[in-house]
């Protein structure tokens, strides 16, 4: 299959998720999966390809934020289509809203991929939702925590994260920490 994708932005990040992340899921099979923030879908075919995914659900409102505004959003939405076909189960529109009809669902997921807004009160709401759909023992993985960009700690990533690490480390253990973040949710 040809993939059309601008931008790779997920490639860079491959060795850490070959050398910790695909570790924690040898042996695992039948892995349900949800991203916040699919943009190209290039990580989401990284994760079919490298995960035994039997279901994978991708949120994103391919509207862009305050860093894409050089990028032509429509013709990322039509890559997203033509580079997953319909091998996911894809939702667009705002992340909170489309979260909390899952869990509306009583949705349950293995793994949660959280690359969505880059605010850090997204990130956060995100997190607390995703929560509530993430299964015990199960993985979170934060995008772009080390982000560098040149704007107010408010639109980073990072301190959305460290927020919700600190309002629930008595449920998670942190994994790894790089420029992504991986957690796991403790058995109960």
């Known amino acids: 299959m040809k ?7 997920h490639n860079n990040q491959v060795p850490v998720l070959k050398e910790y992340f695909l570790p924690l899921w040898k042996n695992k099979r039948n892995i349900r999966a949800l991203e916040i923030g699919s943009f190209e879908g ?3 075919v990284w994760w079919m390809d490298n995960m035994d995914i039997i279901e994978m659900v991708c949120i994103d409102t391919w509207e862009g934020g305050e860093e894409h505004s050089h990028i032509d959003m429509r013709k990322v939405f039509e890559n997203f289509k033509a580079n997953v076909g319909d091998k996911v ?7 909170h809203d489309i979260l909390m009809d899952l ?10 991929y959280i690359d969505g807004s880059h605010m850090a009160k997204d990130v956060l709401f995100d997190a607390m939702l995703s929560d509530r759909l993430l299964v015990s023992g199960g993985i979170m993985l934060f995008d772009d925590y080390l982000w560098p960009a040149k704007l107010p700690e408010n639109h980073r990533p990072k301190k959305g994260i460290d927020m919700f690490f600190e309002l629930n ?5 942190q994994v790894y920490g790089y420029y992504q973040v991986c957690i796991k949710k403790k058995d109960t």
Do not use: A, C
């Open 42 to 44: 290039r990580s989401t």
């Open 89 to 95: 189960r894809w939702h667009r529109g705002y992340s």
């Open 3 to 9: 993939f059309e994708f601008d931008e790779d932005w």
């Open 103 to 112: 869990i509306k669902e009583q949705r349950k997921f293995d793994f949660i």
């Open 169 to 173: 480390h008595e449920n998670y253990v």
